[in-house]
């Protein structure tokens, strides 16, 4: 897969992509008119044999990038959805921490302040480069620590602790599933399949016969869908790669609106 697509501008790698398929596809139009149209145009009805077998060729083609595609972009959705789900057991496990007494509730508090922060600044950095991110680990294994040794004196800190350690459970399988997607993409033989179609495709744009302006205006249409549908692919395709990725925006929120140090404390941490 071609990585460095992620390093630059979106707007910038789509008109890239549709650029060098609009190239190529004019370039090989002169090419191919001046040596071999002379031998497969002998026949009359070549040109309308190349017709009819384009339109059927696109269309089947047309259906592979469509259902790549919507696999692509069902996959983005899956990824945002788990920062959703990590995000709302953060909020929820922070309120239950809320109930414990001091000093373990500051502790625990803390401790997961400093994983949603440490999330945010540092892990996602990390995820758009491709690398999985392991800096929440000690803080996740941190709070299992501080939780372990605590005893409930009532049977209303029981419950409480009983379901802040299964919240704890299901952040951990949040997070779990978000960096088992860090390197999520499609597999390498698909994208020979997809680029061995658009090969295809421009192929028999070039062998058409017609006027050479109508030739070039309708090849770089074709061939500029062609650029677009399959750059769409591969912007979706690495959810946390590129402008358009999946951003932290639930776990942030969560961060400043709940966790973050309020009054006298806060301001004194800001100087």
């Known amino acids: 897969m071609m990585y460095w697509i992620y390093d630059y501008p979106t707007l910038l790698v ?9 190239v190529v596809t004019w370039a090989g139009i002169f090419l191919v008119r ?29 259906l592979l990038l469509g259902l790549v595609a ?16 990590e995000a709302s057991s953060l909020g929820a496990l922070y309120r239950d ?19 949603a922060r440490v999330t945010i600044e540092d892990g996602w ?12 680990s000690e803080r996740i294994a941190s709070l299992f620590t501080i939780m372990a040794p605590f005893e409930p004196a009532r049977k209303s800190e029981e419950i409480l602790h009983t379901e802040a350690l299964r919240q704890l459970n299901h952040l951990v399988e949040a997070r779990r599933s978000r960096l088992a997607n860090v390197d999520m993409g499609l597999p390498a033989v698909l994208w020979w399949v997809v680029a061995f179609g658009a090969l295809l495709n421009i192929v028999l744009i070039w062998l058409q016969d017609m006027d050479i302006h109508v030739h070039l205006v309708l090849g770089g249409i074709l061939a500029s869908i062609l650029g677009v549908v399959i750059f769409l692919i591969a912007a979706l395709d690495n959810p946390f790669r590129g402008e358009e990725s999946v951003s932290p925006d639930p776990i942030v929120l969560v961060y400043e609106t709940l966790m973050q140090p309020k009054g006298p404390a806060a301001s004194a941490s800001s100087r």
């Open 14 to 22: 789509a008109v890239l992509f549709c650029t060098v398929f609009v």
């Open 34 to 62: 001046t040596t071999l149209h002379p031998w497969i145009h002998r026949d009359k009805r070549a040109n309308d044999m190349i017709a009819s077998a384009l339109s059927s060729f696109f269309v089947l083609y047309g």
């Open 70 to 85: 919507v696999a692509t972009y069902q996959d983005f959705s899956v990824v945002n959805d788990l920062i959703d789900t």
């Open 97 to 115: 921490f809320s109930t414990y007494p001091e000093p373990i509730r500051s502790q625990l508090q803390d401790c997961l302040r400093d994983y």
């Open 125 to 136: 950095a990390e995820q758009r480069k491709g690398i999985v991110p392991t800096g929440g």
